[in-house]
């Protein structure tokens, strides 16, 4: 079982910054790639960026929608994945979620992020 909690959501404004946490808990060790997701209202949940583990060299991908302005990273020692957004738009008003495949699918609770104009 594995347990991811975010956090690091809430208000700002259009070309402002957040940085979101996910703490991972649990039977980790092994965990390879972990990545944010978002859902807009009305719309289908989608992926903002992931990366692989250290061992797996520490690769990232991101969503063309993003990319530039989001960066993902990890704390393996932490155990706690990072979602900084930068240049923020109203479009990228979203809860956002931490997932991971380790056998399973975990997702963590959703941290809603809204950026005003």
């Known amino acids: 079982q594995v347990q991811l909690v975010e956090s690091g959501g809430g208000l700002v404004q259009a070309g402002g910054s957040l940085r979101l946490s996910c703490a991972a808990s649990?039977?980790?060790?092994?965990?390879?790639?972990m990545a944010w997701y978002r859902q807009a209202p009305g719309k289908q949940r989608e992926l903002v960026a992931e990366?692989?583990?250290?061992?797996?060299?520490?690769?990232?991908h991101y969503a063309d929608f993003v990319r530039g302005r989001f960066t993902i990273s990890r704390d393996n020692g932490k155990n706690t994945v990072y979602l900084q957004m930068n240049s923020l738009k109203r479009e990228d008003t979203a809860v956002y979620y931490c997932?991971?495949?380790?056998?399973?699918?975990?997702w963590g609770q959703g941290t809603q992020v809204t950026v005003s104009s």
């Open positions: 997932y991971t495949n380790f056998g399973d699918d975990y």
């Open positions: 990366i692989t583990s250290i061992r797996s060299g520490g690769n990232t």
């Open positions: 649990g039977t980790i060790a092994g965990i390879n790639v």
